[in-house]
C-alpha cells in the first residue's frame, strides 16, 4: 500500500514545501526551522549569525535549511571552539569566531563554565538555579576569561551588509548582544530575531523579558511566536523567540 502522505511531502519538498498540521493544535509549531525556511524561500544565500554555537547543532540545522548559506558562530569556550572546528572543517561557508558576543569590544570577561557546557555563561548562575533543573546543570566547575566584541565591529571590519538571521543563545546576556548591534539595527539590516530567554532566575543580571521586548519594540521588532517553551511544575522557565521586524 503506497503512504499517499509521503508521496504528496516527497513532490512538495521538491518545490521547497512541507506538511504540517495546524499550527493551533500541533506541536509542529515549535519547529522554527519552518518558518525561517518560509520566509526565506527565495533567498538563495542568506546570511546568518549563531552567537553561542556551543557544539554546533544550530549550526547543522540552518545549512540544511539553507545549503548556500554563509553562516558567522561565535563559541568563547576552548573546548567547544575545537569541536567546532573538527565538525565543519569540511563544510563551505561557516566562519567560526572563538571569541564572545556583548556590547563591549576588546574587553576580556569572565566566563562561568558550568557543569552542562552548553549552560555556561558570562553571568554568574543564581545560587538556587539548579532547584528547577535536574542533575544540577548550573553548578559552576570552572572559570575563564574570554574576549568580547560586538556585532556591528564583526560586521564593519567583515563588511557584512545585512544579517537574514541572528540566533543567540547566550544564557542571560540578550540583552548586551542587542545593545552591540544597535548600529545594525537602526539601519534595519537584521531580518530576523531568534533567541533563548531565561523566564526563571537561572543567572545574576540576565536580561528581563519585558526589557528585551521594549528595546526590541523601539526598533520595530514584535514576537512572532514562542517555542521549545520548558515547564516546571506548571511554571515556564526557559524558551526560545522569534521577533520579526514590522
Not at 2 to 19: C, R, T, V
Not at 48 to 61: K, P, R, S
Not at 126 to 138: I, M, V
Amino acid at each position: 500500500m503506497f503512504d499517499i502522505k509521503k508521496i504528496i511531502s516527497k513532490i512538495l519538498n521538491l518545490f521547497g514545501y512541507e506538511i504540517q498540521k495546524n499550527p493551533s493544535i500541533s506541536s509542529n509549531v515549535k519547529e522554527p526551522f519552518y518558518h525561517f525556511r518560509r520566509i526565506f524561500f527565495n533567498i538563495k544565500s542568506p546570511i546568518i549569525f549563531d552567537i553561542g554555537a556551543y557544539v554546533g547543532d544550530t549550526v547543522a540545522l540552518f545549512k540544511t535549511s539553507f545549503s548556500n548559506s554563509s553562516i558567522h558562530a561565535f563559541e568563547p569556550i576552548n573546548e567547544s571552539f575545537i569541536y567546532l572546528q573538527n565538525r565543519f572543517k569540511k563544510t563551505d561557508n561557516v566562519f567560526l569566531n572563538n571569541i564572545a558576543i556583548g556590547c563591549n569590544r576588546n574587553n576580556k570577561q569572565m566566563m562561568f563554565i558550568t557543569k552542562s557546557k552548553g549552560s555556561s555563561s558570562l553571568l554568574e548562575p543564581e545560587k538556587n538555579a539548579n532547584e528547577l533543573w535536574n542533575g544540577d546543570p548550573l553548578r559552576i566547575q570552572n572559570k575563564t576569561e574570554v574576549e568580547t566584541t560586538t556585532i556591528d565591529y564583526y560586521c564593519q571590519k567583515n563588511n557584512i551588509k545585512e544579517i537574514h538571521i541572528l540566533k543567540i543563545d547566550v544564557q542571560g546576556s540578550e540583552f548586551e548582544v542587542l545593545k552591540g548591534a544597535e548600529k545594525m539595527l537602526s539601519q534595519k539590516k537584521i531580518t530576523l530575531i531568534f533567541t533563548e530567554v531565561s523566564i526563571a532566575p537561572n543567572y545574576l543580571g540576565q536580561t528581563d523579558l519585558d526589557v528585551l521586548i521594549k528595546f526590541l519594540k523601539t526598533y520595530n521588532y514584535k514576537i512572532f511566536n514562542f517555542f521549545k517553551m520548558r515547564h516546571k511544575d506548571g511554571r515556564l522557565i526557559e524558551c526560545d523567540i522569534l521577533f520579526t521586524r514590522t
